[in-house]
């Protein structure tokens, strides 16, 4: 095994590695550190899946389940790029694209009849969504901006949209029956198994079964109401109309894999419910299914001229929908993982409250975000700002976050028991033992889901927030509602914790909307805050403020502390990664910054020196944090227009500032005579480099698919500068 591993990903992310990674290497080399890759990326994850159905020399190996052993070791050291977390459409186009490229894989199955359907959907099934994430994610997670770069966006303050007082712009959510409200929870006091089964007048269903839980696991259990959600949209649809603003969607269909396509589904039956009413018969004729979104039932109905007069004349009845792309009249409603909550959310706030209409223009929106679990933070967050106006990056301090995640804590590893019900009755959760743990009353259609937390992540997460708070000395909030049943019993965790400890007085605890204000308050007066969260809400704060403070979330240091002792440093988000391959396809410009793998790097390598006693790593890792300093106080970041630098330009400059550094150094004389000639070739052929990548713009390119691209030629559009690539190697 390699000293650390690389993570061959998806889009954006993937494509900027066959640029960087040589460089990773040639650098690494010379310290005697190894650097391999294993793939995650959702076209890997799908043929390793299937090798049954494909040729000895298609089959590959599965390199998620050897990481996701990997990570349960002291020796794992891995660096995570932001791979797809698969949408059901996303999904579908992969595997239509590996089956064009020769793979004989299997149709999805979008309403399996037979075992062997039900199986290889299955199969698909454990791939969409949030598949990666829980396996590797064996620890609790430390994201910060890294000092760089937060002392370059307070030198160069990104633009803010300015906030109204009177803005029409704000959140609703439903008043009830959600999974906020119905959610109960308690801690097993001796490990048990459990099962969950449906009684109904027509007998028992088992829903599942098999479940393990260690002793002191936090369990949980909820629904919402699919009769309530249906109100609340209709209500809400109608509000947006009578108030002249934006209907806009905000979920996220990747992570919550099972319940928020669902949810989804739900908002493209009402905004078109006269169309499903009068033409509900023909629609599941045609094999539509709301959950795909409203561009799979354009697709389908093409061609059905009563149809699509008919979805005209509801949509010109219907208050504007919040665009992802005015110009190519891709809506909210289109696809579950086109608007996802957490990068929608902090874009939308960060502009003003304004989102783009169908007009190409930007309005007032209604944000509708159905559940009331997390909605009062970006409720909370508008309200702020439109008291107070735009937050100023130059002055404000920054938000830092440690994540309860380790081990698939909380509502991200629900899917398994996720369900939508088919019949009324009574859903229970039965231990070992025949105690009735959780049991609500639901109705067809209802989505009950339950989730849990381990004991031993739950305290791992409270000691690595004392570590950070010492460290830090600053302010730190545990964001945790006492009327919450799941917050309430991690309460009961953190508190002796802190207590034992002699640091209770360092720490406050605050429901979600009380400690969004008192976050933005900190930060306004440019102090600084460590927000201590659970799962999702480690997902949506880390988008939120960084966005807010430094106009994206993919410049984070993200270091997960592994619970037996490696690390794994993650590089920030993807999604605006679509995007960019577009551009690159189009006009062969990568804007993808690498910013956060180059933070991640320097971590990596002094990790590594940490766990290996190697010095020489250290020296790498420290000369990283120079080049990172040096491509941002030198403006060699990529510009989103074609024809000036882009990514590539970025990893020269980062290359030769690595180069400089090493050779600049003292602490050790053979990594700086190895790496001088390095750094005077790359300065001296600067101009001859510059050339070659600026020459290589403007054209389309060909890179052999989308999500499973050629290697070879990738490699020519990534490295187009032969003369770096002769100094690399």
């Not at 180059?598 to 290996?612: H, P, T, V, Y």
């Amino acid at each position: 095994m390699s000293d650390i591993i690389y993570t061959k990903v998806d889009e954006a992310p993937e494509l900027a590695s066959a640029s960087f990674l040589p460089i990773i290497q040639k650098f690494a080399k010379a310290a005697g550190v190894s650097v391999g890759t294993k793939d995650i990326s959702l076209a890997g994850r799908i043929l390793a899946t299937f090798p049954e159905h494909l040729s000895e020399e298609q089959r590959q190996s599965d390199d998620l389940a050897e990481l996701g052993r990997l990570v349960k070791t002291p020796e794992a050291n891995v660096i995570k790029l932001p791979n797809i977390s698969a949408s059901v459409p996303q999904l579908v186009a992969a595997i239509k694209e590996l089956q064009a490229q020769g793979y004989a894989l299997p149709d999805y199955p979008e309403a399996p009849k037979t075992d062997e359907e039900k199986a290889v959907r299955a199969k698909y099934d454990g791939i969409k969504g949030s598949a990666v994430n829980p396996v590797l994610r064996e620890g609790n997670s430390d994201r910060r901006a890294a000092k760089p770069v937060k002392s370059f966006a307070q030198s160069n303050p990104h633009r803010m949209g300015d906030w109204a007082s009177d803005s029409k712009t704000h959140v609703s959510s439903m008043s009830g029956n959600d999974f906020f409200s119905n959610e109960v929870s308690a801690t097993l006091d001796k490990a048990s198994g459990a099962k969950i089964v449906l009684e109904t007048a027509g007998g028992e269903t088992v829903l599942k079964e098999g479940l393990e839980y260690p002793e002191g696991t936090v369990v949980d259990a909820t629904f919402m109401s699919a009769a309530a959600l249906k109100d609340f949209l209709a209500s809400e649809i109608k509000k947006s109309k009578e108030d002249g603003i934006l209907f806009s969607l905000h979920l996220k269909a990747t992570m919550m894999k099972v319940s928020d396509p669902i949810l989804f589904g739900h908002a493209v039956k009402a905004y078109l419910a006269p169309v499903f009413e009068k033409h509900g018969d023909k629609l599941k004729e045609l094999g539509v299914n709301p959950n795909s979104g409203l561009g799979d039932l354009l697709e389908r109905v093409k061609g059905n001229d009563e149809i699509m007069a008919d979805i005209d004349a509801c949509m010109d009845e219907r208050p504007p929908m919040y665009m992802v792309d005015s110009d190519k009249g891709i809506t909210n409603l289109h696809v579950s993982s086109d608007v996802i909550i957490d990068a929608s959310m902090p874009a939308l706030i960060r502009a003003g409250g304004k989102g783009w209409g169908p007009d190409g223009k930007e309005h007032d929106a209604n944000c509708v975000i159905p559940d009331n679990s997390y909605a009062p933070v970006y409720d909370e967050a508008i309200n702020f700002f439109k008291e107070n106006g735009k937050l100023n990056p130059a002055t404000a301090g920054t938000v830092q976050n440690i994540g309860l995640m380790a081990q698939k804590a909380e509502e991200y590893g629900s899917h398994p028991t996720t369900f939508e019900l088919s019949d009324a009755g009574t859903v229970k959760m039965i231990l070992d033992d025949g105690t009735v743990l959780h049991e609500h009353k639901v109705e067809a259609g209802d989505i009950w889901r339950s989730s849990s937390a381990r004991k031993a992540p739950i305290e791992d997460w409270v000691n690595l927030a004392i570590s950070r708070q010492k460290a830090e000395g600053c302010r730190a909030i545990f964001w945790l509602d006492a009327n919450r049943a799941h917050d309430a019993e991690l309460i009961s965790y953190v508190k002796p914790i802190l207590e034992a400890q002699g640091v209770a007085d360092k720490f406050e605890i605050m429901a979600p909307r009380e400690a969004t204000r008192a976050s933005l308050e900190t930060i306004t007066k440019g102090e600084n805050t460590i927000a201590i969260t659970g799962n999702v809400l480690r997902d949506y704060l880390t988008d939120l403020f960084p966005i807010l403070e430094l106009a994206t979330s993919a410049k984070m240091l993200s270091i997960v502390k592994l619970m037996n002792g490696g690390g794994l440093f993650e590089t920030g988000a993807g999604g605006s990664a679509p995007k960019h391959v577009q551009q690159l396809v189009e006009q062969n410009h990568l804007r993808w910054d690498s910013l956060g793998e180059f933070c991640a790097l320097g971590e990596s390598l002094k990790f590594l020196a940490d766990a290996r006693d190697n010095a020489k790593a250290r020296v790498l890792g420290n000369a990283v944090e120079t080049a990172t300093q040096g491509i941002l106080d030198n403006g060699r970041s990529p510009s989103r227009k074609v024809g000036e630098p882009d990514n590539r330009d970025s990893h020269y400059w980062f290359a030769r500032y690595w180069a400089e550094a090493v050779a600049a150094q003292s602490e050790d004389a053979e990594l700086a005579a190895h790496f001088a000639p390095i750094a005077k070739e790359l300065a001296e052929k600067e101009a001859d480099i510059l050339s070659e990548l600026a020459a290589a713009q403007g054209q389309a390119v060909d890179l052999g698919g989308y999500y499973h691209t050629d290697a070879g030629k990738t490699a020519s559009v990534m490295r187009p500068s032969q003369t770096l690539n002769s100094i690399i190697g």
